[in-house]
Each structure stands twice: as C-alpha cells, then as structure tokens.
C-alpha cells in the first residue's frame, strides 16, 4: 500500500510568487493533516480535513494561505502571495478513523524557501 | 497553554550504548502521546504511542517509553543504540476532544559514534 506523498519534495520561489503544494494521502484514509516546520522550529499544526470539509483550521497562519481537498482525496495548500517567513518543510498526514487520535501518517514533507 | 518540551536539542551516544530522549508535556486534557522518528529524506514515523493503560510502552525497532503523569514526562528509551537510530526524534501529544491535532516538541537529533 503506498504511503502519503507530497509533491514537490522542494520548492524555491521568490517573494510574492505563488506556491501550491500537492498531498495524496493513503487511499481511504478520511482524515488529513498539514503541518509545518519553520527552521529551528518545532513542527505546528496548520489544519484538519475530514474527507472534504475543513474540521480545524486555527493554526493557519493568515489568509494567504488556502488549503483544499476537492473530493475528499488529495489536498493542496496554496501560498499566495509568498512571504520569507514561509520558508519551511511543510507535512501531511493522514489517519483513517473519526476520533482523530489514530495513528497519522506522515509524507516526506516538502521544503519550501522563499528568496 | 499547551506544549511540549524536548530539552536536548542534539544527543551524541555511542553504538551499542543505552539511550534515553527526554520529554515533558503541559496539557489540559487526558493526554494521548506520541514518539515520532524522522530519518533523512523521509516522512515521519510512528514509533509508539500510549493512549491509557499499562504506562510502559513498546515500539517498534526496540524502543519503549514511559508514562509519569505526576512528572508530566513520556521518556524514549533504548537498551542498546545501532548506528541506523541515528534520526531526529520527535514527542508529540494530542486528544480525544482535539480532532487528531498533534503539538510537537522541537525535536531531539540523535548521533551515533561507532
């Protein structure tokens, strides 16, 4: 069974430049996470979908950043415009049953720098 | 306010000697904990969990850990380290009522010396 995979595994855009990172998450798996890791950092949450309704979304950092999950499979979080502080690995995971606390599995991340 | 602390930023140990990861949380809630292992170049993995129950707890590739509620502690140990442990080590702490919502420690970068 494959795993969760992100795409790109590395991103470098200038300022004000738009990114949008892609995640696939392990197929049946309803719920679907995006961390983020800024360098020196812990790893903060940014949001939770459930199939394709955002169930928690209070760790996103502002309204440049928009995450989807059309259908309930894959998800895309979309950086518009980018700013250096976003510069960071970027995670997702995902988990398959309702209560949110079974295990999540995590992506390679993606690491984005912002010039 | 929620959180969780690592104090050991980096940890250099020899093969074939013990190990033991720190970890200390504040939480408001029934605490479910987590130890996450991330070698380069990969995504992270779960190495335990402890949700309720018996408060040791074995993992996979040899690790266990150790619930102190009065400490507020879930320790990573390992009786003897090889050199593949070598990872960044992750403690990470959520609830039933939190949606699945993890708050991560920053992270413990394991060496190992042969």
């Known amino acids: 069974e494959a795993g969760v995979t992100q795409f790109p595994s590395h991103s470098v855009i200038e300022k004000g430049q738009t990114v949008t990172l892609r995640c696939d998450p392990i197929s049946g798996h309803d719920n679907l996470y995006w961390y983020r890791r800024v360098m020196g950092k812990e790893i903060k949450f940014l949001l939770h979908?459930?199939?394709?309704?955002?169930?928690?979304e209070s760790g996103m950092p502002n309204n440049r950043f928009l995450a989807e999950r059309t259908g309930g499979t894959y998800s895309t979080l979309k950086v518009q415009p980018a700013e250096l502080e976003d510069s960071g690995v970027y995670f997702c995971?995902?988990?398959?049953?309702?209560?949110?606390?079974?295990?999540?599995?995590f992506g390679p991340g993606t690491r984005l720098l912002v010039l | 306010a929620q959180s969780v602390t690592q104090p050991d930023i980096h940890i250099t140990v020899s093969e074939g000697a013990s190990l033991e990861l720190r970890c200390n949380y504040s939480?408001?809630?029934?605490?479910?904990l987590f130890w996450y292992v991330q070698s380069p170049g990969q995504g992270l993995q779960l190495l335990l969990k402890y949700f309720s129950g018996d408060t040791l707890v074995q993992g996979i590739k040899g690790f266990e850990a150790e619930f102190k509620r009065s400490q507020s502690s879930f320790n990573l140990r390992k009786p003897s380290v090889h050199w593949s442990d070598a990872a960044e080590y992750f403690c990470?702490?959520?609830?039933?009522?939190?949606?699945?919502?993890?708050?991560f420690g920053q992270g413990t970068e394991l060496s190992v010396k042969p």
């Open positions: 939480y408001g809630a029934t605490p479910y």
């Open positions: 995971a995902s988990s398959q049953g309702p209560t949110g606390v079974e295990t999540q599995y």
């Open positions: 979908f459930v199939k394709e309704s955002k169930q928690d």
């Open positions: 990470a702490v959520g609830s039933y009522n939190q949606g699945g919502k993890l708050i």
